[in-house]
């Protein structure tokens, strides 16, 4: 998701990167704020009220994020705020829809995108849901537990016109993370290219895996895209979160 929106950021507005030295730039990438092992209970716990979960829509939130991505080098930061609520359908028939806005640091351009967020649903729409051709992926469904698994998108349409699957499972959970976000869940979303045409965003090219990490009360806070081979290309992190 962040690759492809700073992508059409970038492209209206800009180069709006910061360059870190090589040292700093590689302990940031790599360590991240990702939990560790240590911090995995013995028996999961499981989440089955994904609305009060993760707890996005709220009036005048606004999230700074980070990335970095090492292919090219690139080092910035975005804003995601909550707007408001939807009443209108989504094209397959869910209401109402929440509306969010993606912006660069200087709120001179913004992408809008929606969520439709229930208790047993979470699906994120790449620009207006009341649109068919919008591509939609299922973030979270029903029971959060280690282990389960659905198809996130059977046919995801990538910016170049590529077609993808994206499956979806639950990894891992950690009653804390290391910036000390509680109940996280670890999801993975693996890419299968179907057909003869390859995409641009890394995170969809076939075998490479996304994983997004999901706190209660925060929602997603941290998004690491990895190719087929586990060696990390980009990652976009949850820096702050305001009430304007």
Not at 3 to 18: A, C, M, S
Not at 95 to 114: A, G, H, M, W
Not at 117 to 127: H, K, P, T
Request: with cysteine.
């Amino acid at each position: 998701m962040a690759f492809l929106i700073l992508h059409k950021l970038f492209k209206r507005n800009g180069d709006l990167r910061f360059r870190l030295s090589p040292l700093f730039f590689v302990l940031c990438f790599v360590i991240g704020c990702v939990p560790s092992p240590s911090e995995n209970a013995n028996t999961p716990p499981i989440a089955t009220d994904l609305h009060n979960y993760i707890k996005t829509q709220q009036l005048n939130r606004s999230d700074l994020w980070h990335f970095l991505s090492g292919k090219p080098l690139k080092d910035s930061s975005y804003f995601i705020d909550y707007a408001r609520q939807n009443a209108l359908k989504t094209f397959d028939g869910y209401s109402p829809t929440s509306i969010y806005k993606f912006s660069d640091t200087l709120r001179t351009d913004s992408i809008t995108q929606e969520a439709y967020i229930s208790d047993s649903l979470v699906a994120w729409y790449f620009g207006k849901s009341s649109d068919g051709s919008t591509p939609k992926l299922i973030l979270l469904k029903d029971t959060l537990r280690v282990g389960a698994n659905w198809i996130a998108s059977e046919n995801f349409l990538t910016s170049n016109g590529a077609v993808v699957q994206i499956k979806a499972l639950v990894e891992d959970y950690y009653p804390v993370s290391g910036n000390n976000y509680k109940d996280v869940y670890w999801v993975s979303f693996t890419s299968t290219v179907k057909g003869s045409q390859n995409p641009i965003e890394p995170q969809y090219q076939n075998g490479a895996h996304l994983s997004r990490y999901f706190a209660k009360g925060i929602g997603e806070y941290l998004e690491r895209c990895l190719d087929s081979k586990d060696s990390l290309i980009w990652s976009s992190e949850l820096v702050e979160t305001r009430i304007r």
